[in-house]
């Protein structure tokens, strides 16, 4: 499983119009439950707190702006991911104290699936969002299409 996998351009947020952490957090996973199907019968409320119960346990900033909250849920979810770029940054208690340009939200089934996938996908969010070339692009990019682009280059056909 891949970041290519996982997120689509109607998934990828361009300025959020957001004043806290929590507020994008919320904004994001409303944008995620929309895609399920059945989205109707989604919990946004559970998502919500799941990505809020791991946040509570250690904040998901990283440094140089990226940012990957994250969160295990108790459904048998497909992994879903969303993508907010926010140039003037945003708040997110992140290890070198900067705020985060770059979040990327990753939800999980609690199985053995989601747990196998968790790290992969951490590990390559990290390796993208440090991309100086990418990082460029995305900051760029005047819609979700050009983000796709900007992150996934020749594998957006």
Known sequence: MSLIDILS???????????????LLAI????????FPGAEFVDQRALL?????RENQLSTGLQDGIAIPHGMIGQDIDTVG????????L?????????AVFVLMLLFAD??????????????TVESFTNAQI?????????????WRGLFGS???
């Not at 969303?82 to 940054?89: D, N, R, S, T, Y």
């Not at 708040?91 to 705020?99: H, L, N, R, T, V």
């Not at 990082?135 to 983000?147: I, K, N, Y």
């Open 9 to 23: 351009p109607n998934r990828i947020l361009l300025r959020p119009n957001c004043g806290s952490k929590e507020e």
């Open 28 to 35: 994001m996973v409303t944008r995620i439950a929309e895609g």
């Open 49 to 53: 707190q799941a990505v809020l119960d």
């Open 82 to 89: 969303a993508l907010a770029i926010i140039p003037q940054g």
């Open 91 to 99: 708040e997110f208690a992140s290890m070198d104290g900067q705020p």
């Open 111 to 124: 199985n053995e699936s989601g747990r196998a996938q968790h790290l992969g996908l951490l590990a390559e």
């Open 135 to 147: 990082r460029r692009a995305l900051l760029g990019a005047a819609s979700p299409e050009d983000v």
């Open 155 to 157: 594998r957006f056909q």
